[in-house]
């Protein structure tokens, strides 16, 4: 079992970059494939990127690529979202998961989750 801590959220103007860490407790982390997903207000919780448990394997929502990299310090036992180019539709509460199966884009992929960050992109 993992728990799971975001952090980094917070106020920025359209066109600024934030840094999301996931702090994760447990011996087994780098045993677990991670993504971060995100739910704006009256929305759906939605994808926005997964790491498989090596590292090696990425993959990113449409609406992000390009701006948006997940990364893994499994020393730290960690993975970070680096957003750039943060745009108003970004707003919303980020969510860190992982899953010890698969490398999923859907809620259900994933076992374990954060509490949360809000994310505010004003324009």
């Known amino acids: 079992q993992v728990q799971l801590v975001e952090s980094g959220g917070g106020l920025v103007q359209a066109g600024a970059s934030l840094r999301l860490p996931c702090a994760a407790s447990?011996?087994?982390?780098?045993?677990?494939?991670m993504a971060w997903f995100r739910q704006a207000p009256g929305k759906e919780r939605e994808f926005v990127a997964a790491i498989s448990w090596t590292g090696r394997s990425t993959h990113y929502a449409d609406s992000v690529k390009g701006r948006f990299t997940i990364s893994r310090d499994n020393a730290k036992n960690t993975v970070y979202l680096q957003m750039n180019s943060l745009k108003p539709e970004d707003t919303a509460v980020y969510y860190c998961?992982?899953?010890?199966?698969?490398?999923?884009?859907?809620?259900?992929?994933?076992?374990?989750w954060g509490q949360g960050t809000q994310v505010t992109v004003s324009s």
């Open positions: 998961a992982a899953s010890g199966v698969v490398l999923g884009r859907t809620t259900h992929d994933y076992a374990y």
């Open positions: 447990g011996r087994t982390f780098s045993q677990y494939n």
